[in-house]
């Protein structure tokens, strides 16, 4: 088996069967699938029973007789595997046509690669109005390029190479029920020397919060797990690069500091007349003015909602106008 697909049960049988009948349909790639049944009820555990009679070895179907959640679940999943490839899957999800090949591809393209998500509605790849996801997903295949640097893979469609779970793990079942194990699981590939990609032509809808059940109980366990993420990792940061000057060695150097920055987890803004030569990462915003760029980088900085923590700037006046805002901005002022 090249890939074995993971897929944690807990009723849901109609998510289930779609997202079962998706895969039967649209993989073209060897694979197996493991389902863990975390003591579904007896008519979704009468399908999966039926599932695993019908698909034979294609199917290794695993009961358990308490829900042991979702992360303790997908472990159980993990170990098992023997194949080059893991793919973790929510039940709550329907992939398209050819989806865990590219994934695949992408995954073999580079050895950096560790873990990859497809395009998805999750990741803000959504169809537009009217159309339906099978459609938007063939317009995908037809994008020039075939993969971006994210700064974290998300959990609901996680393929992740065999060697990366032999050096790293699985995930941390300090995490409870769930939220913040995947970023979690990212953070460590990438300390490894790895990191995470999205397939642009890989598509997985994912109808988002169906597993869940929103309320108390879940908002107490994000926020625990939120404090746990944070006490390892830190807090979620966001730094600016104003970039004004035409110096070419300084704009090398700076290019440097970017990408060691966003693979420790930090979102990057920078602000410049001309589109720098970064590679494409999902934790890059660029903001290019061409013309009034001075006021239009200050209005940027003074009117957005999730502050920045620290602006470089490389115009030494420019670093002044800033730091008499900064009763506004909040952030730390420092000349590039």
């Known amino acids: 088996m090249k890939c074995d697909i993971v897929m944690a049960v807990w009723n849901n049988l109609e998510l289930t069967k779609n997202c079962i009948d998706s895969i039967i349909e649209n993989t073209d790639t060897d694979y197996r699938l493991i389902i863990i049944d975390n003591a579904s009820n007896d008519e979704t555990k009468k399908y999966l029973e039926q599932l695993k009679d019908k698909e034979g ?11 042991l959640g979702f992360i303790k679940a997908v472990n159980q999943g ?13 039940n ?10 590219e994934m695949i591809r992408v995954a073999q393209s580079s ?12 990741l803000g790849q959504k169809p537009d109005k009217g159309e339906s996801v099978e459609v938007y997903a063939e317009r995908l295949k037809k994008v020039s390029a075939h993969q971006t640097e994210i700064g974290s893979a998300i959990g609901f469609c996680m393929l992740i190479k065999k060697e990366v779970i032999d050096k790293v793990g699985v995930f941390d079942e300090i995490y409870g029920m769930g939220n913040f194990e995947d970023t979690d699981y990212s953070r460590r ?3 490894e020397g790895y990191i995470c990609a999205r397939a642009h032509r890989a598509y997985v ?3 988002e919060g169906s597993s869940f059940i929103r309320g108390s109980i879940f908002d107490d366990n994000f926020e625990r797990n939120r404090q746990i993420y944070e006490f390892r990792w830190g807090k979620r940061k966001w730094i600016a690069y104003i970039i004004s000057s035409s110096d070419d060695n ?3 150097e700076l290019e440097k500091d970017i990408m060691p920055s966003v693979r420790l987890g930090l979102w990057v803004w920078y602000f410049s007349n001309k589109r720098l030569a970064l590679p494409e990462h999902s934790n890059i915003i660029a903001n290019v003015f061409d013309r009034y760029f001075y006021l239009k980088t200050l209005w ?3 009117t957005k909602k999730k502050r920045f923590s620290e602006i470089f700037v490389t115009d030494e006046r420019f670093a002044k106008v800033l730091e008499k805002f900064s009763f506004i901005h909040k952030a730390k002022v420092q000349s590039y």
């Open 92 to 101: 709550d999800t329907v992939v398209t046509r050819g989806w865990l090949g």
């Open 250 to 252: 300084m704009i090398k």
């Open 57 to 67: 070895t294609r199917v290794l179907l695993i009961r358990n007789e308490s829900n």
């Open 300 to 302: 940027k900085v003074l």
């Open 78 to 90: 993990m170990r098992l595997s023997e194949a080059p490839y893991v793919c973790l899957i929510n």
């Open 189 to 191: 590939a990438i300390k």
């Open 111 to 122: 050895p950096r690669i560790g873990l990859i998500n497809p395009s998805s509605n999750t």
């Open 205 to 207: 809808f994912h109808d």
